[in-house]
Protein backbone atom coordinates (compact mmCIF):
# COMPACT_ATOMS: atom_id res chain seq x y z
CA UNK A 1 0.00 0.00 0.00
CA UNK A 2 3.00 2.64 1.21
CA UNK A 3 4.59 1.68 -2.41
CA UNK A 4 1.46 2.25 -4.37
CA UNK A 5 1.42 5.96 -2.72
CA UNK A 6 4.71 6.51 -3.54
CA UNK A 7 4.17 5.28 -7.60
CA UNK A 8 1.04 7.56 -7.69
CA UNK A 9 3.08 10.66 -6.04
CA UNK A 10 5.67 9.86 -8.59
CA UNK A 11 3.22 9.82 -10.99
CA UNK A 12 1.20 12.73 -10.29
CA UNK A 13 4.64 14.68 -10.51
CA UNK A 14 5.79 13.66 -13.91
CA UNK A 15 2.15 14.31 -14.97
CA UNK A 16 2.75 18.02 -13.74
CA UNK A 17 5.99 18.57 -15.25
CA UNK A 18 5.00 17.07 -18.28
CA UNK A 19 1.86 19.77 -18.00
CA UNK A 20 3.90 22.13 -17.59
CA UNK A 21 6.23 22.02 -20.42
CA UNK A 22 3.34 21.57 -22.70
CA UNK A 23 2.09 24.80 -21.32
CA UNK A 24 5.41 26.60 -21.93
CA UNK A 25 5.33 25.52 -25.50
CA UNK A 26 1.73 26.32 -26.21
CA UNK A 27 2.52 30.14 -24.34
CA UNK A 28 5.60 30.00 -26.59
CA UNK A 29 3.65 29.58 -29.98
CA UNK A 30 0.77 31.88 -28.81
CA UNK A 31 3.14 34.73 -28.45
CA UNK A 32 4.40 34.61 -31.95
CA UNK A 33 0.80 34.01 -33.25
CA UNK A 34 0.10 36.06 -36.04
CA UNK A 35 -3.19 37.29 -37.77
CA UNK A 36 -6.07 35.00 -39.14
CA UNK A 37 -6.71 37.08 -42.48
CA UNK A 38 -10.33 35.93 -43.04
CA UNK A 39 -11.37 37.06 -39.18
CA UNK A 40 -9.02 40.02 -38.74
CA UNK A 41 -8.41 38.90 -35.36
CA UNK A 42 -5.26 36.88 -33.88
CA UNK A 43 -5.30 33.40 -33.71
CA UNK A 44 -6.53 31.38 -30.86
CA UNK A 45 -6.87 34.83 -29.02
CA UNK A 46 -10.31 33.61 -27.60
CA UNK A 47 -8.90 30.20 -26.94
CA UNK A 48 -5.79 32.40 -24.85
CA UNK A 49 -8.25 34.48 -23.06
CA UNK A 50 -10.14 31.38 -21.33
CA UNK A 51 -6.90 30.04 -20.48
CA UNK A 52 -6.84 32.86 -17.84
CA UNK A 53 -8.97 33.71 -14.79
CA UNK A 54 -10.93 36.93 -15.51
CA UNK A 55 -11.83 39.32 -12.74
CA UNK A 56 -14.77 42.22 -12.70
CA UNK A 57 -14.12 45.81 -11.42
CA UNK A 58 -16.56 44.65 -8.31
CA UNK A 59 -14.05 41.91 -7.49
CA UNK A 60 -11.22 45.05 -6.05
CA UNK A 61 -11.25 48.25 -3.90
CA UNK A 62 -9.36 50.27 -5.55
CA UNK A 63 -6.99 52.49 -2.68
CA UNK A 64 -4.32 54.47 -4.49
CA UNK A 65 -2.60 55.05 -8.00
CA UNK A 66 0.85 53.75 -7.51
CA UNK A 67 2.54 54.36 -11.20
CA UNK A 68 1.18 56.26 -14.18
CA UNK A 69 3.07 55.38 -17.51
CA UNK A 70 3.03 56.50 -21.55
CA UNK A 71 0.47 53.06 -21.93
CA UNK A 72 -1.16 52.15 -17.96
CA UNK A 73 -2.01 53.16 -14.80
CA UNK A 74 -0.94 51.05 -11.89
CA UNK A 75 -3.55 50.75 -8.70
CA UNK A 76 -3.25 49.26 -5.09
CA UNK A 77 -6.32 47.13 -4.08
CA UNK A 78 -7.42 44.83 -2.19
CA UNK A 79 -9.79 41.78 -3.15
CA UNK A 80 -12.96 41.61 -2.06
CA UNK A 81 -12.88 43.77 1.25
CA UNK A 82 -9.96 41.24 2.72
CA UNK A 83 -6.57 42.88 3.73
CA UNK A 84 -5.00 41.22 0.26
CA UNK A 85 -3.32 43.93 -1.96
CA UNK A 86 -3.52 43.52 -5.83
CA UNK A 87 -1.88 45.35 -8.24
CA UNK A 88 -4.17 46.58 -11.01
CA UNK A 89 -2.39 47.67 -14.34
CA UNK A 90 -4.97 49.31 -16.56
CA UNK A 91 -3.76 49.60 -19.87
CA UNK A 92 -4.76 53.21 -21.51
CA UNK A 93 -5.28 52.27 -25.36
CA UNK A 94 -8.66 51.46 -26.26
CA UNK A 95 -9.32 47.55 -27.44
CA UNK A 96 -8.71 46.92 -30.95
CA UNK A 97 -6.59 43.91 -32.50
CA UNK A 98 -3.06 45.47 -32.23
CA UNK A 99 -3.77 46.27 -28.25
CA UNK A 100 -4.98 42.42 -27.88
CA UNK A 101 -1.94 41.57 -29.65
CA UNK A 102 0.55 43.82 -27.51
CA UNK A 103 -1.61 42.86 -24.09
CA UNK A 104 -1.84 38.44 -25.27
CA UNK A 105 2.61 38.86 -25.37
CA UNK A 106 2.57 40.69 -22.77
CA UNK A 107 0.49 38.32 -19.96
CA UNK A 108 2.34 34.64 -22.18
CA UNK A 109 5.48 36.12 -21.69
CA UNK A 110 4.93 36.65 -18.14
CA UNK A 111 3.66 33.27 -17.44
CA UNK A 112 6.28 32.01 -19.48
CA UNK A 113 8.93 33.23 -16.21
CA UNK A 114 6.38 33.80 -13.31
CA UNK A 115 7.23 30.82 -11.49
CA UNK A 116 10.58 32.56 -10.80
CA UNK A 117 10.99 34.30 -7.18
CA UNK A 118 11.95 37.69 -8.51
CA UNK A 119 9.93 37.81 -11.17
CA UNK A 120 6.26 39.72 -10.65
CA UNK A 121 3.15 37.13 -10.65
CA UNK A 122 0.16 37.72 -12.97
CA UNK A 123 -3.30 36.32 -11.52
CA UNK A 124 -5.51 37.41 -13.90
CA UNK A 125 -7.16 39.72 -16.78
CA UNK A 126 -10.35 42.57 -16.02
CA UNK A 127 -11.86 42.82 -19.52
CA UNK A 128 -14.81 46.03 -19.99
CA UNK A 129 -15.75 47.09 -22.84
CA UNK A 130 -12.82 49.56 -23.68
CA UNK A 131 -10.05 48.22 -22.60
CA UNK A 132 -7.95 45.39 -20.42
CA UNK A 133 -6.66 45.60 -16.64
CA UNK A 134 -4.13 43.01 -15.68
CA UNK A 135 -4.37 41.59 -11.82
CA UNK A 136 -0.46 41.38 -10.39
CA UNK A 137 1.46 40.59 -7.34
CA UNK A 138 1.61 44.15 -5.09
CA UNK A 139 5.07 44.58 -3.72
CA UNK A 140 5.04 46.81 -0.88
CA UNK A 141 8.42 48.34 -1.61
CA UNK A 142 7.19 50.48 -4.38
CA UNK A 143 9.92 50.64 -6.91
CA UNK A 144 13.46 49.95 -7.05
CA UNK A 145 14.12 53.64 -8.39
CA UNK A 146 12.45 54.91 -5.76
CA UNK A 147 13.87 52.89 -3.38
CA UNK A 148 17.10 54.32 -4.34
CA UNK A 149 15.75 57.71 -4.30
CA UNK A 150 14.87 57.77 -0.45
CA UNK A 151 18.08 56.03 0.48
CA UNK A 152 21.59 57.71 0.82
CA UNK A 153 23.56 54.90 0.62
CA UNK A 154 23.33 51.12 0.66
CA UNK A 155 25.28 48.85 2.77
CA UNK A 156 27.45 46.45 -0.13
CA UNK A 157 25.64 42.91 1.23
CA UNK A 158 22.35 45.14 -0.05
CA UNK A 159 24.08 45.81 -3.21
CA UNK A 160 25.33 42.44 -4.02
CA UNK A 161 21.68 41.00 -2.62
CA UNK A 162 19.77 43.01 -5.38
CA UNK A 163 22.48 43.02 -8.61
CA UNK A 164 22.17 39.05 -7.88
CA UNK A 165 18.40 39.16 -8.06
CA UNK A 166 18.21 41.25 -10.80
CA UNK A 167 20.68 39.14 -12.58
CA UNK A 168 18.81 35.82 -11.54
CA UNK A 169 15.46 36.98 -13.05
CA UNK A 170 17.65 38.03 -16.03
CA UNK A 171 19.56 34.54 -16.94
CA UNK A 172 15.55 33.25 -16.45
CA UNK A 173 14.39 35.36 -18.78
CA UNK A 174 17.57 35.13 -21.34
CA UNK A 175 17.41 30.86 -21.05
CA UNK A 176 13.61 30.71 -21.90
CA UNK A 177 14.87 33.17 -25.29
CA UNK A 178 13.13 36.43 -23.81
CA UNK A 179 13.97 40.02 -24.32
CA UNK A 180 13.22 42.04 -21.69
CA UNK A 181 14.12 45.66 -23.75
CA UNK A 182 12.88 47.96 -21.25
CA UNK A 183 14.71 47.13 -17.91
CA UNK A 184 15.33 50.22 -16.09
CA UNK A 185 14.84 50.82 -12.42
CA UNK A 186 11.13 51.82 -12.40
CA UNK A 187 10.36 48.65 -14.23
CA UNK A 188 12.06 46.46 -11.23
CA UNK A 189 10.19 46.45 -8.25
CA UNK A 190 10.80 45.48 -4.13
CA UNK A 191 8.61 43.51 -1.98
CA UNK A 192 9.18 42.20 1.26
CA UNK A 193 13.19 43.66 0.26
CA UNK A 194 12.82 41.27 -2.71
CA UNK A 195 13.85 42.43 -6.16
CA UNK A 196 10.49 42.11 -8.67
CA UNK A 197 11.15 42.58 -12.29
CA UNK A 198 8.61 43.81 -13.69
CA UNK A 199 6.88 45.30 -17.00
CA UNK A 200 6.80 42.96 -20.02
CA UNK A 201 5.08 45.44 -22.39
CA UNK A 202 8.14 45.65 -24.46
CA UNK A 203 9.19 42.49 -24.10
CA UNK A 204 9.58 39.62 -27.14
CA UNK A 205 10.79 36.44 -27.89
CA UNK A 206 14.35 36.00 -29.62
CA UNK A 207 13.99 36.37 -33.29
CA UNK A 208 10.40 37.91 -32.75
CA UNK A 209 9.58 40.31 -35.76
CA UNK A 210 9.04 43.79 -33.90
CA UNK A 211 9.47 47.44 -33.78
CA UNK A 212 12.53 48.58 -33.97
CA UNK A 213 12.17 52.32 -32.90
CA UNK A 214 13.93 53.50 -29.79
CA UNK A 215 12.18 53.63 -26.95
CA UNK A 216 12.52 53.36 -23.19
CA UNK A 217 14.69 55.63 -20.53
CA UNK A 218 18.19 56.93 -22.59
CA UNK A 219 20.66 56.11 -19.74
CA UNK A 220 19.90 52.41 -19.47
CA UNK A 221 18.99 52.36 -23.32
CA UNK A 222 22.18 50.33 -25.24
CA UNK A 223 24.04 52.44 -27.53
CA UNK A 224 23.77 50.58 -30.17
CA UNK A 225 20.22 51.74 -30.39
CA UNK A 226 21.21 55.09 -29.85
CA UNK A 227 23.06 55.48 -33.09
CA UNK A 228 20.87 56.85 -36.16
CA UNK A 229 23.40 55.56 -38.64
CA UNK A 230 23.35 52.04 -38.22
CA UNK A 231 20.29 49.51 -37.79
CA UNK A 232 19.82 47.38 -34.74
CA UNK A 233 17.65 45.28 -32.80
CA UNK A 234 17.45 45.22 -29.27
CA UNK A 235 18.95 41.65 -28.00
CA UNK A 236 19.87 39.58 -24.79
CA UNK A 237 22.86 41.90 -24.60
CA UNK A 238 20.73 44.78 -24.47
CA UNK A 239 19.02 44.11 -21.66
CA UNK A 240 22.62 43.54 -19.96
CA UNK A 241 23.48 46.92 -20.73
CA UNK A 242 20.72 48.24 -18.71
CA UNK A 243 21.68 45.64 -15.97
CA UNK A 244 25.10 47.27 -15.75
CA UNK A 245 23.58 50.72 -15.34
CA UNK A 246 21.38 49.66 -12.88
CA UNK A 247 24.33 47.70 -10.81
CA UNK A 248 26.07 51.83 -10.70
CA UNK A 249 22.63 53.11 -9.62
CA UNK A 250 22.98 50.24 -6.42
CA UNK A 251 26.49 51.65 -6.08
CA UNK A 252 25.61 55.18 -6.19
CA UNK A 253 22.06 55.86 -5.22
CA UNK A 254 21.98 58.49 -7.92
CA UNK A 255 20.37 58.88 -11.67
CA UNK A 256 22.90 58.25 -14.50
CA UNK A 257 23.92 61.17 -16.12
CA UNK A 258 21.32 63.61 -13.38
CA UNK A 259 19.35 62.46 -16.62
CA UNK A 260 16.04 63.61 -15.27
CA UNK A 261 17.75 67.18 -15.75
CA UNK A 262 19.30 66.64 -18.34
CA UNK A 263 18.66 67.55 -22.45
CA UNK A 264 18.23 64.09 -23.37
CA UNK A 265 20.33 64.52 -26.70
CA UNK A 266 23.43 65.71 -25.06
CA UNK A 267 23.34 62.44 -22.83
CA UNK A 268 22.77 60.45 -26.05
CA UNK A 269 25.57 62.13 -28.00
CA UNK A 270 27.71 61.62 -24.67
CA UNK A 271 26.68 57.75 -24.04
CA UNK A 272 27.60 57.50 -28.05
CA UNK A 273 30.73 59.09 -27.45
CA UNK A 274 31.89 56.49 -24.56
CA UNK A 275 30.70 58.16 -21.14
CA UNK A 276 30.51 56.12 -18.64
CA UNK A 277 29.61 57.63 -15.12
CA UNK A 278 32.21 57.43 -12.67
CA UNK A 279 32.76 54.71 -10.22
CA UNK A 280 31.99 55.08 -6.54
CA UNK A 281 34.63 54.84 -4.10
CA UNK A 282 33.98 52.23 -0.62
CA UNK A 283 32.56 49.90 -3.83
CA UNK A 284 33.92 46.37 -4.46
CA UNK A 285 36.31 46.55 -7.19
CA UNK A 286 34.79 43.35 -9.05
CA UNK A 287 31.42 44.65 -8.62
CA UNK A 288 33.04 47.70 -10.54
CA UNK A 289 34.64 45.35 -13.14
CA UNK A 290 31.67 43.72 -13.60
CA UNK A 291 29.34 46.28 -14.13
CA UNK A 292 31.96 48.21 -16.62
CA UNK A 293 31.74 44.92 -18.25
CA UNK A 294 28.21 45.05 -18.95
CA UNK A 295 28.14 48.70 -20.14
CA UNK A 296 30.57 47.73 -23.03
CA UNK A 297 29.78 49.76 -26.06
CA UNK A 298 30.08 46.48 -28.20
CA UNK A 299 27.66 44.00 -27.45
CA UNK A 300 29.89 41.14 -28.07
CA UNK A 301 32.25 42.30 -25.30
CA UNK A 302 29.35 42.58 -22.77
CA UNK A 303 28.93 39.32 -20.62
CA UNK A 304 26.03 36.72 -20.86
CA UNK A 305 23.68 36.62 -17.99
CA UNK A 306 24.77 33.41 -16.48
CA UNK A 307 28.75 34.96 -16.68
CA UNK A 308 27.19 37.64 -14.50
CA UNK A 309 25.57 35.37 -11.91
CA UNK A 310 28.63 33.26 -11.63
CA UNK A 311 30.56 36.33 -11.11
CA UNK A 312 28.34 37.69 -8.89
CA UNK A 313 28.22 34.13 -6.47
CA UNK A 314 32.26 34.39 -6.94
CA UNK A 315 32.35 37.32 -4.85
CA UNK A 316 29.31 36.63 -2.28
CA UNK A 317 31.30 33.55 -1.86
CA UNK A 318 34.64 35.39 -1.21
CA UNK A 319 32.76 37.74 1.00
CA UNK A 320 35.43 40.45 -0.71
CA UNK A 321 35.97 43.44 0.69
CA UNK A 322 38.44 44.90 -1.69
CA UNK A 323 36.82 48.02 -2.12
CA UNK A 324 38.15 51.06 -4.67
CA UNK A 325 39.47 54.07 -2.06
CA UNK A 326 38.59 57.53 -2.17
CA UNK A 327 41.00 59.93 -3.76
CA UNK A 328 41.64 60.89 -0.13
CA UNK A 329 42.33 57.73 1.11
CA UNK A 330 44.48 56.65 -1.77
CA UNK A 331 46.84 60.14 -1.18
CA UNK A 332 47.21 59.07 2.55
CA UNK A 333 48.04 55.18 1.80
CA UNK A 334 50.78 56.90 -0.44
CA UNK A 335 52.00 59.24 2.11
CA UNK A 336 52.46 56.56 4.57
CA UNK A 337 53.90 53.81 2.06
CA UNK A 338 56.47 56.89 1.50
CA UNK A 339 57.82 57.24 4.91
CA UNK A 340 60.34 55.65 6.74
CA UNK A 341 59.22 53.70 9.73
CA UNK A 342 61.52 51.62 11.37
CA UNK A 343 60.40 48.97 13.68
CA UNK A 344 61.49 49.49 16.99
CA UNK A 345 60.13 47.81 19.71
CA UNK A 346 62.47 48.27 22.99
CA UNK A 347 59.84 50.04 24.88
CA UNK A 348 57.47 46.75 24.43
CA UNK A 349 59.66 44.59 26.16
CA UNK A 350 58.39 42.84 29.33
CA UNK A 351 60.92 43.72 31.74
CA UNK A 352 59.84 47.11 30.94
CA UNK A 353 56.63 46.57 32.69
Partial sequence: MKFKKIVLKAFKRVQEKLKNRLLTKTLKQAVSCERNPESGRLVNIDLLL???????????????????????????????????????????????????????????????????????????VIKSEMNYSLVLEYADGGTLGKYLENTITLKSEVQLKFAKEIASAILCLHANDIIH??????????????????????SCLQGSDVDTGVFGVIPYV?????DP?????????????????????????????????????????????????????????????????????????????????????????ENNFDFEKSENEIKITKELKSEEIKDDFSDCHLLNY
Fill in 229 to 317: KIPYNLSKKSDIYSMGVIFWQLTSCSSPFNFEKRDYTSITLDILNGAREESISNTNVKFIKLYQQCWRHEPDERPDADQVVLELNKIDS
Fill in 50 to 124: KDYRHYGHQDFEILSEIGNGGSAAVYAAYWKKTPTKFAIKKIKKIIDISTEKDIINEINLMKIVEFHPNIITFWG
Fill in 181 to 202: RDIHPNNILIHELTIKLADFGR
Fill in 222 to 226: DPKML
